[in-house]
C-alpha cells in the first residue's frame, strides 16, 4: 500500500512544493486547509485532483485528532504557521497561538491517536536571530529576534520534548530562508523579483526597500522540500540545518535581479524606513554538513540561478496576466 503523509499548510510555498514531491514519490497525500472566506489555491491547483484536502485549524485540538483519526497517515509535516516576520510584530498574540502552540496541539494529537506517525516540524533560521556564532549549526544557541523567531524556538523545543518524553519520531528541520516563484509577494525576495518584472514591462518606476545590508542564506525551495521528507526516512529521529552555507545581501539580490533584465538597481530601489524591522536580524548563513553527511543532501540551484528564474517567473506572470486582459 502506498504511504500516506499529512501536510498542514498544504497552500503555501513549502507545502506546494512537497506535495508535488511527495506524489512524484508514489504518496496518497492528505492537505489541510482553513476554514476561511479567503482560501487560495493557486499554488496547488495543477495537482489539487491529485490530493484529498481537509478541514482543520492548528488553534483547534479536536480537528487534529479527528483528522488524524480519519486519514490515518504515517507521516505528518507541520508547515502550517503565521510565517511573515514582520506580521509577527503586530500580530504577537496570533503568531504564537499559531506558530507555537499550534505545534504542540499536533504532537498532543499525535500522541493521542497514534505515537507511531512520523512528525516533522517547520523549524526556521530566524530562532537564531542574534547569532551566537557564525555559521550556524544545530548545536548553535538560539536568541530570537521577532515574536515570529521567539514561536519557532517553542514549536522546536516542544518537539524535542514529545520526542524525548513520549518516545515519538519527531524532528524539526532548521531550514535557512528559501524562496522561489510561489513566495508570496510579501516576502523580500518575491517583493524584488515582482518589482523587477513590473519595471522591466514598464509598470511600475521604483521598488521600495528597508535594511539593504541585511545578509541571509537563501536557497532554491524544492531542494529544502526533499529534505524535510529525508529527515523522516532515517532509522532515528533528528534535528538537521538545511542551508546552502553561503550568504548573499538583500543588495547583492537586487543587482542580479535587476541586471537579468538589463537595467541598473541603483536607478529604481528607493530606502523607506518603514520597512526597516524593529529589532533587525543581520547575518545568518547555517552549515549544513551534518545534512551533507547523515541524509546526502545537497542544494542543486545556485543564488544567482535562483533569483534568474524568480524574475522570469514574474515577467512571464505578467505577460500572461496582459493577454489575458
Same mark, same amino acid.
Given at each position: !500500500?502506498?504511504?500516506?503523509?499529512?501536510?498542514?499548510?498544504?497552500?503555501g510555498?513549502?507545502?506546494?512544493?512537497?506535495?508535488?514531491? &511527495?506524489?512524484?514519490?508514489?504518496?496518497?497525500?492528505?492537505? !489541510?486547509v482553513?476554514?476561511?472566506?479567503? =482560501?487560495?489555491? %493557486?499554488?496547488?491547483?495543477?495537482?489539487?485532483?491529485?490530493?484529498?484536502?481537509?478541514? $482543520? %485549524?492548528?488553534?483547534?485540538?479536536?480537528?487534529?485528532?479527528?483528522?488524524l483519526?480519519? +486519514?490515518?497517515?504515517?507521516?505528518?509535516?507541520?508547515?502550517?504557521?503565521?510565517?511573515?516576520?514582520?506580521?509577527?510584530?503586530?500580530?504577537?498574540?496570533?503568531?504564537? /497561538?499559531?506558530?507555537?502552540?499550534?505545534?504542540?496541539? =499536533?504532537?498532543?494529537?499525535?500522541?493521542?491517536? %497514534?505515537?507511531?506517525?512520523?512528525?516533522?516540524?517547520?523549524?526556521?533560521?530566524? @530562532?537564531?536571530?542574534? =547569532?551566537?556564532?557564525?555559521?550556524?549549526?544545530?548545536?548553535?544557541?538560539?536568541?530570537?529576534?521577532?515574536?515570529? $523567531?521567539?514561536?519557532?524556538?517553542?514549536?522546536?523545543?516542544?518537539t524535542?520534548?514529545?520526542? /524525548?518524553?513520549y518516545?515519538?519520531?519527531?524532528?524539526?528541520g532548521?531550514?535557512?530562508?528559501?524562496?522561489g516563484?510561489?513566495?508570496?509577494?510579501?516576502?523580500?525576495?518575491?517583493?524584488?523579483?515582482?518589482?523587477?518584472? #513590473?519595471?522591466?514591462?514598464?509598470l511600475?518606476?521604483?521598488l521600495?526597500? $528597508? *535594511?539593504?545590508?541585511?545578509?541571509?542564506?537563501?536557497?532554491?525551495?524544492?531542494?529544502?522540500? #526533499?529534505? !524535510?521528507w529525508? !529527515?523522516?526516512?532515517?532509522? /532515528?529521529?533528528? %534535528?538537521?540545518?538545511?542551508?546552502t552555507?553561503?550568504?548573499?545581501?538583500?543588495?547583492?539580490?537586487?543587482?542580479?535581479?535587476?541586471? +537579468?533584465?538589463?537595467?541598473?538597481w541603483?536607478?529604481?530601489?528607493?530606502?523607506d524606513?518603514?520597512?526597516?524591522?524593529?529589532?533587525e =536580524?543581520? &547575518?545568518?548563513? $547555517?552549515?549544513?554538513?551534518?545534512?551533507?553527511?547523515?541524509?546526502?543532501?545537497?542544494?542543486?540551484?545556485?543564488?544567482?540561478? @535562483?533569483?534568474?528564474? @524568480?524574475?522570469? *517567473?514574474?515577467?512571464r506572470?505578467?505577460? /500572461?496576466?496582459?493577454? &489575458?486582459?
Amino acid at each position: !500500500m502506498a504511504k500516506k503523509a499529512l501536510i498542514t499548510g498544504i497552500t503555501g510555498q513549502d507545502g506546494s512544493h512537497l506535495a508535488e514531491f &511527495l506524489l512524484e514519490q508514489g504518496y496518497e497525500v492528505v492537505g !489541510m486547509v482553513r476554514r476561511t472566506s479567503t =482560501v487560495r489555491f %493557486d499554488r496547488i491547483r495543477h495537482i489539487q485532483d491529485r490530493l484529498t484536502l481537509v478541514p $482543520g %485549524d492548528l488553534l483547534d485540538e479536536i480537528s487534529l485528532i479527528h483528522l488524524l483519526r480519519e +486519514h490515518r497517515p504515517q507521516e505528518v509535516y507541520n508547515l502550517a504557521a503565521q510565517s511573515f516576520v514582520q506580521t509577527s510584530w503586530s500580530q504577537p498574540v496570533f503568531t504564537g /497561538e499559531v506558530t507555537a502552540l499550534g505545534v504542540t496541539r =499536533v504532537l498532543d494529537a499525535i500522541r493521542i491517536v %497514534d505515537p507511531g506517525i512520523r512528525f516533522y516540524q517547520a523549524s526556521s533560521s530566524e @530562532m537564531f536571530g542574534k =547569532v551566537q556564532e557564525v555559521p550556524q549549526r544545530e548545536s548553535t544557541p538560539f536568541y530570537p529576534r521577532s515574536p515570529y $523567531g521567539v514561536a519557532k524556538v517553542y514549536g522546536h523545543w516542544i518537539t524535542i520534548n514529545y520526542r /524525548e518524553s513520549y518516545d515519538l519520531f519527531a524532528t524539526s528541520g532548521i531550514l535557512f530562508n528559501h524562496e522561489g516563484p510561489r513566495r508570496g509577494v510579501e516576502f523580500v525576495t518575491r517583493k524584488i523579483t515582482d518589482a523587477v518584472a #513590473r519595471i522591466h514591462l514598464g509598470l511600475q518606476q521604483e521598488l521600495r526597500l $528597508g *535594511n539593504l545590508d541585511s545578509q541571509r542564506d537563501w536557497g532554491w525551495a524544492p531542494d529544502y522540500v #526533499r529534505a !524535510m521528507w529525508l !529527515m523522516l526516512q532515517q532509522p /532515528e529521529p533528528d %534535528d538537521y540545518v538545511i542551508a546552502t552555507g553561503e550568504t548573499h545581501s538583500v543588495r547583492e539580490f537586487c543587482q542580479i535581479a535587476f541586471a +537579468h533584465v538589463g537595467l541598473d538597481w541603483e536607478g529604481h530601489v528607493v530606502l523607506d524606513d518603514r520597512f526597516v524591522r524593529p529589532a533587525e =536580524v543581520d &547575518l545568518l548563513i $547555517g552549515d549544513p554538513s551534518k545534512a551533507r553527511e547523515k541524509l546526502g543532501w545537497s542544494p542543486t540551484v545556485s543564488f544567482p540561478e @535562483m533569483v534568474r528564474r @524568480m524574475v522570469d *517567473n514574474d515577467v512571464r506572470l505578467l505577460k /500572461e496576466e496582459r493577454e &489575458l486582459a
